[in-house]
């Protein structure tokens, strides 16, 4: 409010009822995370921001399960989505497009002026493999782009089977995982992966501000070797990498995003990341399981992602037609709950919950309820 102290703000954060904030991006973030943020400022060429971010290193390379440096840029993910297509190595881009950001990533490949072909999924599937490496056989590509953790339709695709084929067809795949990497498994090395990158506002549970990435050495030497002139300055994965080793960054960074993420890392290297997603894990399954059980035949409920290809960490529910996201969102706000509505083409007949970073099952069931109490207590007719 205006006027309000410092003081005032931090302390009405703390004190904010947690575990009640359910949207698929930002996620709720914890208090003390929150608190971090207040540290002094310090130079970011000096030896104490070194030895930070050598601590950042360590609890990165942890949640992207690599030996290689984690990239650190001062942007959403969508900066180093734009990263990967400019430096990706010259030619055409082939963009599996299953869902909304699937088709930004897309739309961003062709503002970079790449020539993009898309292969189409139907929204709520995965993109079929045999049909990728048909289109992979047809013609040469540079690079293909996938979406691991589809936030519009809650799929999950297998993008160590995708990276897998555009490799064997001489191609470099370009992985978003922003709500995914720290929810759902990833293992950059042991799926010898290109280049994959998070948001810190999803999983992470931190606030907006910040994007991540793991590129492969080969990768890299592809850039090096291969990509087009023009790759920029701001987002060029080289200088990054150049910088990361003498654990630096090449611009400015956002110390108070730093300071937060440092004391994130610390929390989620206590849990042990594949507890992290077991988490994840738990939580889907008891969105599924309300569905079919109390939700479902209750209320006319149902999951848009298959079985088999569902996200640990935002579930999208299709809505009867008696219903509209907009107003289920609104009902839960009434009870103290934030949800989503459905995204893109799919706004107004679904909503998505999203259940990542701190939640916990206890506290999704205490959603859950609420939602029972928003829907009908029986199918519509008919």
Known sequence: PPGASVSDLVSDAVAAPAGRFFLPGPTEVRPAVLAAMLRPMMPHRGRAFEALFERLQ???????????????????????????????????????????????????????????????????????????????????????????????????????????????????????????????????????????????QKALALPPGLAFAAASADFMDAVRRDAPAGRGLYFDLVEMEAFAARHQTPNTPALPLLYALEAQLAAIAAEGIEARWRRHAAMAETVVRWVETAGGPRAGLGILAPPGARSPTVTALTLPPTLTGDAVVAAMAERGYTIGNGYGKLKGASVRIGHMGDHTVAGLAGCLDALADVLPSSPPAG
Request: aromatic share 6%; proline share 4%; net charge neutral.
């Open 58 to 200: 360590a609890g990165l390379r942890a949640v992207f399960r690599t030996t290689r440096p984690v990239l650190v840029s001062t942007s959403s993910a969508t900066g180093l989505m734009e990263a990967a297509v400019r430096c990706a190595p010259a030619g055409p881009v082939l963009a599996l497009v299953n869902g909304a950001f699937a088709e930004r990533f897309a739309q961003l490949a062709r503002a970079c002026d790449r020539e993009t072909d898309v292969l189409e999924t139907p929204w709520g599937a995965a993109p079929d493999l045999d049909a990728v490496a048909r289109r992979l056989a047809a013609r040469r590509y540079a690079a293909v782009t996938v979406v691991h953790s589809e936030t519009s339709t809650g799929v999950l695709t297998d993008v160590r089977a995708v990276t897998a084929l555009a490799r064997h067809h001489g191609a470099r795949c370009l992985v978003d995982s922003v709500t995914g990497i720290a929810g759902a498994p990833l293992e950059f090395d042991a799926w010898e992966l290109d280049f994959a990158l998070t948001g810190s």
